[in-house]
């Protein structure tokens, strides 16, 4: 397909995991992918691989939660093109420290990047896009938008907050040609997983994982191709809408599974 030929794209968190493979689908199908993130070697190994794709790309090292970086960034990608024709908002960082042992530095610096990084870039971008008469704005927003994962109350508010400025975006943007949607992926098989829960583990959550009605954790480049399709034409009717790739994790509320058994 060559859904995205000619158009020019840019992905934030583009050196690994989910962003790595949004940048390669959208070259596959024929764009010019602007690669964002914080350090430069990763963005232009997921270039090389975008390239290798059959499009082409370029890496930009840039802080989203920066604003004078983010406004560099932007002007760079209007410099190279003319125009930003989509934004893949899927920079995001985690943190595991306990709700009662968290300092504001640490809760800080999680909003930064996973919500007013989002908007600094969305706000600039969308304001291209208003100028060339329309856009896509896509967001990596996460299952833990609506529900808790563990000891992340800084990243599960981030990303419930970012739910929310998905469907004010979309409001307020439409009128600009602007269509914005969210994508939210459940637990996704990446580098960092592989190397959090090591061989074993790994085994079990992509054959036997029973939480799961699939069995398995998503694929980086199944939650790609749903931004794709939301970036495409396919989707031309479709604004304010997160759509979840989960495997069906959370479609059972895994109720009566864990009742305890009757003597």
């Not at 270039?47 to 090292?61: N, T, Y």
């Not at 609506?146 to 508010?157: K, L, P, Q």
């Not at 969210?182 to 190397?195: I, R």
Request: glycine share 12%; aromatic share 6%.
């Amino acid at each position: 397909m060559t859904r995205f030929a000619g158009k020019h794209v840019i992905v934030t968190g583009a050196g690994r995991g989910i962003g790595r493979a949004i940048a390669e689908r959208f070259a596959s199908e024929g764009a010019d992918v602007m690669c964002v993130g914080r350090t430069v070697e990763p963005l232009e190994e997921t270039a090389l691989l975008c390239e290798a794709r059959g499009g082409s790309a370029w890496a930009h090292p840039a802080d989203v939660a920066v604003a004078a970086s983010v406004e560099a960034a932007v002007e760079a990608a209007l410099a190279r093109s003319g125009r930003v024709d989509v934004l893949v908002n899927n920079a995001g960082i985690d943190d595991e420290t306990p709700f009662l042992e968290m300092d504001p530095e640490t809760w800080n610096a999680v909003l930064a990047t996973n919500l007013t990084g989002v908007f600094l870039i969305s706000q600039a971008v969308a304001r291209a896009m208003r100028a060339a008469g329309g856009g896509v704005i896509l967001h990596n927003i996460s299952i833990d938008a609506s529900g808790g994962d563990g000891s992340f109350a800084s990243y599960n508010a981030s990303k419930a907050g970012l739910l929310g400025l998905n469907r004010t975006m979309a409001l307020e943007l439409a009128q600009y040609g602007i269509r914005v949607n969210g994508v939210s992926p459940g637990f996704t098989h990446t580098d960092m997983t592989e190397n959090a829960v090591g061989p074993k583990l790994m085994e079990y959550l992509n054959g036997s994982f029973d939480r799961v009605p699939m069995r398995r954790l998503v694929r980086p480049e199944e939650v790609a191709a749903a931004f794709a399709f939301l970036a495409s034409d396919d989707a031309s009717g479709i604004t304010g809408h997160n759509l979840t790739v989960d495997c069906g994790l959370t479609a059972n509320w895994y109720i009566l599974e864990t009742l305890p058994v009757e003597g």
